[in-house]
């Protein structure tokens, strides 16, 4: 019997009416009828099973029957900060940061960022973390923010245990990703890198530089496989 579908809500209660995005996939993509089962989740950590009560053309309608906490988010609270990535290359990043178990996403400008943002790139990359999220059957969803410079970037994980900075020209690290504790923050640039006066300002910040090897990544692949390392060292994925 296949697993009941998916879908985020804003706000739980016991009767929940779909959006009218949501609605249209229900009703038009699969096809949910009256009676159907189907597990909705908010971002909180939580999930719940709900029963379709109405399926028609005003929208999808259920009723929530039952509350549960979902043990698919990590324990290790993981906060990763990425350089703008030009095209496409940011919602990859925050589609595999989702699946990875971030906590939470900041999207920074630097000096060699080339890239843009706006409050509609913005609301995509929320979108895609939500839609990660539901695929990869997490309840959590990470909270995805915008910094239009470093500093204001660095100061938002000021809070966190460890704090990394990739750097591309750094011959060794300065921190062991294998030793990290119960919160993270890691920063990865944008495909310009970084300065070395960004460097020194991401030190000063309490940050430590890390290699990520001999080999030049691109961004993208950077910010991914930086957080499977940690994530793989703080036991979330094995």
Do not use: W
């Not at 989740?41 to 509350?67: C, L, M, P, W």
């Not at 204001?152 to 990394?164: H, Q």
């Not at 300065?174 to 920063?187: N, Q």
């Amino acid at each position: 019997m296949a697993a009941p579908k998916r879908f985020f809500v804003e706000e739980i209660a016991d009767e929940v009416v779909f959006s009218p995005e949501e609605s249209r996939h229900a009703r038009n993509i699969l096809r949910l009828s009256e009676g159907d089962e189907v597990t909705l989740f908010d971002g909180s950590g939580k999930e719940y099973s709900a029963v379709v009560t109405r399926a028609d053309r005003q929208g999808i309608a259920v009723h929530v029957v039952r509350e549960s906490v979902s043990d698919r988010e990590p324990k290790t609270d993981v906060f990763l900060l990425v350089g703008a990535l030009k095209g496409d290359k940011t919602e990859l990043v925050v589609q595999k940061a989702t699946e990875l178990g971030a906590s939470r996403i900041g999207v920074f400008s630097s000096r060699f960022c080339a890239a843009y943002m706006n409050e509609n790139k913005l609301e995509r990359l929320r979108r895609v973390a939500r839609e990660a999220a539901k695929q990869c059957l997490r309840a959590g969803v990470p909270q995805v923010d915008y910094f239009p410079a470093l500093e204001e970037a660095l100061a938002a994980g000021a809070a966190y245990r460890d704090k990394l900075f990739a750097c591309e020209f750094l011959e060794r690290s300065e921190r062991s990703v294998a030793d990290m504790g119960a919160s993270v923050c890691a920063v990865v640039g944008s495909e310009g890198g970084f300065s070395a006066e960004e460097y020194a300002l991401a030190q000063s910040m309490g940050y430590a530089g890390i290699s990520l090897g001999k080999r030049i990544l691109r961004a993208e692949t950077a910010a991914v496989a930086l957080l499977a390392v940690i994530m793989h060292a703080v036991g979330e994925l094995g």
